[in-house]
């Protein structure tokens, strides 16, 4: 029966938490996810390109931990990257949180 030595296993990586997923459709733009924690308050962050400006926007997760979150039509003038966090720590996630993907979504100039 072969006998293990120390040493001869690599060590473990570390378990990176699993982000909620987001999509996003054209037209009025409208952010959908899943995988947020339930009926919490989730931010959406836009960073738009042309204006090297980010905002803000916060809605509410449904019970199931699902999103669904028109945009107003001014939320994106030319490109936007389109980010969402239910808050949950992440040590290695900007700013210290759990983000989902990022989406980029362009402006329909209407």
Known sequence: M???APGE???ALPVRPTGPIISASRGP???????FLPNRPVTIRITCSGD?????????SDADGGLSAPLPK????ETGRIAVTDHRPDPD????LLWSNTVIVTSSGT
């Open 52 to 60: 090297d400006v980010v905002d803000y926007l916060t809605y509410i």
């Open 93 to 96: 996630g900007d700013g210290g």
């Open 9 to 11: 296993h690599a060590p």
């Open 2 to 4: 072969p006998i293990d």
């Open 29 to 35: 733009v409208l952010i959908t996810g899943s995988g």
């Open 74 to 77: 001014t939320a994106i003038t």
